[in-house]
Structure formats: C-alpha cells, structure tokens
Antibody, heavy 124, light 107 residues
Framework: QVQLQESGPGLVEPLQTLSLTCTVS??????????WSWIRQPAGKGLEWIGR???????NYNPSLKSRVTISVDTSKNQFSLKLNSVTAADTAVYYC????????????????WGQGTLVTVSS | DIQMTQSPSSLSASVGDRVTISCRAS??????LAWYQQKPGKIPELLIY???TLQSGVPSRFSGSGSGTDFTLTISSLQPEDVATYYC?????????FGQGTKVEIK
C-alpha cells in the first residue's frame, strides 16, 4: 500500500520560503508511470494544483504560481520537495502531496494516493 | 487554461435519493475527467477516473458519465456516509484543474 507523508514547518513568516517534503513509502518514486504533485487547499475552499515532478526531474508548474515554485526529487530517499518563495497570507493552506497516475505514457494523470496534508500558516 | 465549473455548489437530499452533480469544462477534455470525494476533515479520495471508471473499492452506487465538456456524477441512493464535498478534475492537459466543489448534505 502506497503511503505519502508531508513534513515541514507549520508556520512561515511573510516573504520567507515555504519548504515541504513528501516521503513516499510502499512504492518507488522512480516508477515511470507516476507524476508526483503538490496540491493545496485554503480553509473552506477548493483544491489548487501547485505543480508536479517526474522521476527524471522534469517539472511542470501552475502558471499562477510558476514564478515562486520549485519542486525537486530525491530518488535515493524516495522523497520529493516543494519550495514556495515570497509567501503571503494568501498562501496559508493545507498542503497535500499526491501521486498522479498517468494514462499510458502521456503526462495526463489523476490522483490516486494523497498524503494526510499539512497545514502551513503564513504569519509573523 | 480550461476552467471547470460544477453545479450546484451545494445540495441537500434525503437518504435514498438519487443525487446528480454536474461538471462542465470550458473546452473539450475528451474523457480525461476524474471525480473525488472529500469528507469533512478528511483528504480527497478518488472515486472515478476516465469519466466513468469506478476506482477499486468505491461503492457501486456511484457512477460517472459524460464526454467532451459535460460530465455528471450520480449517487443512485444517497447514504449518510456520502456527506462530503465532491470535486471534478480534468487531466487532458496541464494544469490539471479542479472544479470548485459541490457540497452534499443530508436533509
């Protein structure tokens, strides 16, 4: 059974960098069929995809966040990470990591496993 | 980017009722459409992918239909454990966008 677990600070000061790590267990992050994503959800609101990384290191980001986001992967640790720069209160949300399962060999994917989510609050 | 619009935003129905939720894409997405259920305080869970394929373990009272721009999630007989917010998500192209959600409550 695949499991994903987010970790990182729950409180980040405005204009600083939010950093989170997702540890994957029960399966290899290097498997070629999966795209590893970060998704966030402000309290009482909907889901917003932040970006994804493939095992090769290829990334794709939400255009609305692209200038501030970096996602990286460490296959030796079976982890992938999120960095979001210059955060404001609008970035306060529950952050999820999720496994995107691809259709054939295309980058078309839906999310079959999610982490439990971690609340990140941006405040001084 | 393709926008996903769900309707209604919320609904209240009785146990045993048939419930339908609509999801409309601003451009065609073929059948690259997934549905998720998020119970209060819980993480989203995959219900349906490829517009109509039920994820393993999901009760058969859930079904999905549609193609192109118009999709429907149906709960054939609403149960108390179905209280949740439901999201559609298109995945034909980046970014994989979610609808705004439909909150389902018991009357």
């Amino acid at each position: 059974q695949v499991q994903l677990q987010e970790s990182g600070p729950g409180l980040v000061e405005p204009l600083q960098t939010l950093s989170l790590t997702c540890t994957v267990s029960g399966g290899s992050i290097s498997s070629g069929r999966y795209y590893w994503s970060w998704i966030r959800q402000p309290a009482g609101k909907g889901l917003e995809w932040i970006g994804r990384i493939y095992t090769s290191g290829n990334t794709n980001y939400n255009p609305s966040l692209k200038s501030r986001v970096t996602i990286s992967v460490d296959t030796s640790k079976n982890q992938f990470s999120l960095k979001l720069n210059s955060v404001t209160a609008a970035d306060t949300a529950v952050y999820y990591c999720a496994r995107g399962i691809a259709v054939a060999v295309t980058p078309k994917y839906y999310f079959d496993y999610w982490g439990q989510g971690t609340l990140v609050t941006v405040s001084s | 980017d393709i926008q996903m619009t769900q309707s209604p935003s919320s609904l209240s129905a009785s146990v045993g009722d048939r419930v339908t939720i609509s999801c409309r894409a601003s451009q065609g997405v073929s059948n690259y459409l997934a549905w998720y259920q998020q119970k209060p305080g819980k993480i989203p869970e995959l219900l349906i992918y490829a517009a109509s394929t039920l994820q393993s373990g999901v009760p058969s009272r859930f079904s999905g239909s549609g193609s192109g721009t118009d999709f429907t999630l149906t709960i054939s007989s609403l149960q108390p454990e179905d209280v949740a917010t439901y999201y559609c998500q298109k995945y034909n192209s980046a970014p994989p966008t979610f609808g705004q959600g439909t909150k389902v409550e018991i009357k």
